[in-house]
């Protein structure tokens, strides 16, 4: 959990729902060429291969449904920022779930075509306002929504790392939501106002403890794109290396995140 709350900034439902199906679209089209060659390389997600990993964004879509199917919690009892903290929870449940979804769907783009009519259906008989039972807690649809955008992002670009060539798109809405969610957890794990994160086009937070910035620029200041970002939140990328690589440009004393980051697990 993590050691602080804050007001979780406000998503449009109808803009996150096209941004889930559009990244879901964009990773089935792609899973549609993979080769059986392609689909037994390995990820830099344990032992993991591309096969187990297309699995589990189908699982990760389906989750909704999941929830769905159990009964409605009285109200929500956490936040959308509460999500992120609560990843590493049932890790190796998820990892045997994975594993059975991979080798019962022989044809992946067919199973992630199914998933993507599933979630249409759900979407459209469900209001955002719905109450969900989840592994960070009982959240909005809605909310709860807005976190397949990271998982969306995050494992697409698994797959871009796993797959040479493969690029698949990002959608800009999928990539900003999961970029400001990341972000503001970050601001929940250190609150303050000593340090300016920023992350254009999509999002600037303020954290650490410290002197509280008013005017002027800033005394510490980080600044990345927001593929690193996502990926420095994820663990797919440490602080060090993004640094080394001019990935990542950090001024000020109190500008250092390693400490902080991953956010999730």
């Given amino acids: 959990m993590p050691p602080a709350r804050k007001r979780s900034r406000a998503y449009d439902p109808a803009r ?36 187990e990993l297309v699995a589990h964004i189908g699982m990760a879509v389906t989750a ?30 998820i990892d045997a779930f994975t594993r059975r979804l991979a080798a019962d769907h022989a044809d992946l783009a067919a199973y992630l075509a199914g998933v993507e009519e599933a979630l249409v259906g759900q979407l459209d008989a469900h209001p955002g306002s719905r109450v969900l039972e989840t592994n960070a807690g009982a ?7 807005v976190t397949r955008t990271v998982e969306l992002v995050v494992h697409t670009d698994d797959l871009n790392a796993a797959v040479p060539g493969l690029d698949i798109p990002y959608d800009r809405q999928a990539l900003a939501a999961a970029t400001r969610l990341l972000a503001d957890a970050l601001a929940v794990k250190a609150p303050g106002g000593s340090t300016e994160v920023r992350i254009p086009p999509y999002a600037v937070v303020q954290c650490v403890e410290g002197p509280r910035h008013t005017r002027g620029t800033p005394p510490n200041v980080v600044e990345t794109d927001p593929l690193t970002w996502v990926r420095l939140a994820s663990g797919r990328l440490t602080w060090k290396a993004a640094v080394e690589e001019a990935k990542v440009a950090a001024s000020g004393e109190r500008a250092d995140l390693a400490e902080l980051l991953p956010l999730m697990s």
């Fill in 16 to 51: 996150t729902r096209t941004a889930v199906l559009a990244q879901l679209g964009n990773v089935r089209e792609a899973v549609r060429t993979l080769t059986p060659g392609q689909l037994a390389l390995p990820t830099r997600l344990g032992e993991w291969t591309v096969r």
């Fill in 139 to 145: 959240l909005p649809l809605a909310d709860y929504l």
């Fill in 64 to 93: 909704i449904g999941r929830s769905l199917d159990l009964p409605e919690p009285a109200k929500p009892d956490a936040t959308v920022l509460d999500w992120p903290f609560a990843t590493s929870v049932s890790a190796r449940a």
